[in-house]
């Protein structure tokens, strides 16, 4: 069953705001939070292995990251426009979008596979990994690296079909994805039916076949014509100047915000693992268990970006608005609670992930921190997910600047490293990008300027 969201039907004496916002956002919730979950089970079956193979992976995931926020402008332009044609009930030009979109990604998918394969051994010592960690976290990189394209296919295609209002057909690959992700890692991990014990290279391996694999299934579900958006061999797949341009200008300040956010985390870590490996090893545990507890939020912000951008395609920026706010305040209230199980469960938690007493504490007193940050955090999502479903892309890429920046970085090494706090130190400096990031926002948003762009 397609969730496909059509905003002239969802007027005043239609479905109410609350269950459009829940329509679209609980599959896409549940999405993130199942590959989240797998990311956690990733790093828990790693963790068995010692803290080298903790950090050796942790330490990979940020360059991660930072090559996948390349593809940032082809999905969030992707959605915006879709989310506009569609709003406009123009489904071919969301399906003209779809096709821009995969061709580009596809290109761009290889150049950086193959660069991450060439340079995997560099990778972490310039991240600041101790050489025990190198040597590990090379191989799991370049393992990972080369699985792009697929994962690049997978990135753009869910972004589109989300744009659609269709957010369970992601859900139901990525949910499948994640249970191979799983199982891999079992036998490649340890050594079972057969296979040998390979350690954080079979972590590897089974990432990459999982990613690769929902790639494939939502690109073959397109071509099959049984979804929201409908792709065909018979279409052209040539380049389209005039789409890419409308893509790229919504796109870009999304790919540069995420480069100045990985680009902030990058550095960010290197402050971290300057304190030591078992440090470094409790920030992967709690920033593992982090990326958990904001799903509720990141999901939030994809229905957000979703409705926004349909409700200005059907000319309701009043509707938008309305459907921004009620995803707002339904953001805030899910992230009180979590932040409130943080506060209290978090040595709990960590304990699922290692043994060690100084991991485990360290950890520990990092979430309770992050706690406190969780309200902001919801504020912070939602919102520049409706602006980048109005196409206003650039004022999320301002707000993060001075937030990863100027108060990550800067307040994080000052209290972490001078004045020796350590990391539970450096984790107020992320708190409080968390809220300086959401009052820049809220208050954007509130001027209304994003009711009048044209995309």
């Known amino acids: 069953m397609k969730s496909v969201v059509a905003i002239p039907t969802v007027l005043p004496g239609a479905i109410s705001v609350r269950s459009q916002v829940s ?59 879709v989310a506009r044609s569609i709003g406009a009930g123009d489904r071919e030009g969301a399906n003209q979008v779809t096709r821009q979109a995969l061709i580009g990604t596809v290109a761009l998918g290889a150049v950086l596979a193959t660069l991450g394969w060439v340079f995997a051994s560099h990778v972490p010592r310039l991240m600041g990994a101790e050489p025990a960690v190198q040597t590990v976290a090379s191989d799991y990189f370049a393992i990972v690296m080369a699985a792009m394209p697929f994962v690049s296919v997978s990135f753009v295609l869910s972004a589109s079909l989300r744009g ?21 890692n079992y036998v490649l991990i340890f050594g079972h039916l057969g296979f040998p014990a390979m350690g954080v290279r079979g972590a590897a391996i089974a990432t990459s076949f999982a990613r690769g694999f929902t790639g494939l299934v939502l690109l073959t579900l397109l071509l099959a014509g ?24 919504i796109g870009v300040p999304a790919a540069v915000e995420q480069l100045v956010m990985r680009g902030g985390q990058v550095i960010f870590v290197r402050i971290v693992a300057g304190l030591g490996t078992a ?3 409790a920030h992967q545990i709690a920033l593992s268990v982090e990326s958990l507890a904001f799903m509720p939020a990141f999901g ?22 309305k459907a921004a706010g009620e995803t707002r305040r339904m953001g805030i209230a899910i992230m009180l609670a ?3 199980g943080l506060f209290c469960f978090g040595e709990s938690i960590v304990r699922l992930y290692t043994t060690d007493p100084e991991v485990v504490a360290t950890g520990a007193l990092a979430l309770r921190v992050m706690a406190l940050a969780q309200p902001f955090m ?9 602006l980048r479903g109005a196409g206003d892309t650039r004022w999320p890429l301002y707000a993060t600047a001075v937030g990863i920046w100027g108060v990550r970085v800067c307040l994080g090494y000052a209290l972490g490293v001078a004045a020796g706090f350590g990391l539970a130190g450096a984790w107020a400096g992320m708190a409080a990008d968390q809220a300086t990031r959401a009052t820049v926002l809220a208050l954007r948003f509130r001027a209304g300027h994003w009711k009048s762009i044209d995309v």
Not at 308 to 321: F, T
């Open 378 to 386: 919801a504020v912070n999502f939602v919102t520049a997910g409706a």
């Open 279 to 281: 440090v470094l090893a």
């Open 338 to 340: 979590v932040g409130l």
């Open 23 to 81: 329509r679209l956002a609980v599959p896409a919730i549940t999405e993130m939070l199942l590959m989240t979950i797998t990311h956690m089970v990733d790093m828990i079956m790693v963790g068995r292995l010692g803290a080298v193979a903790i950090a050796a992976v942790g330490i990979s995931v940020q360059p991660m990251f930072f090559v996948l926020a390349f593809f940032q402008a082809l999905a969030v332009g992707s959605t915006a426009l």
């Open 300 to 321: 939030l912000g994809m229905a957000a970006t979703t409705l926004v951008g349909q409700g200005l395609g059907a000319r309701r920026p009043d509707w938008a608005e």
């Open 226 to 249: 049984r979804r929201e958006l409908r792709l065909s061999l018979r279409d052209s797949y040539l380049p389209q100047p005039d789409v890419l341009r409308r893509i790229f200008r």
């Open 164 to 184: 659609a209002g269709d957010t369970r057909t992601p859900m139901k690959v990525n949910a499948l994805a994640n249970l191979l992700n799983m199982a891999g």
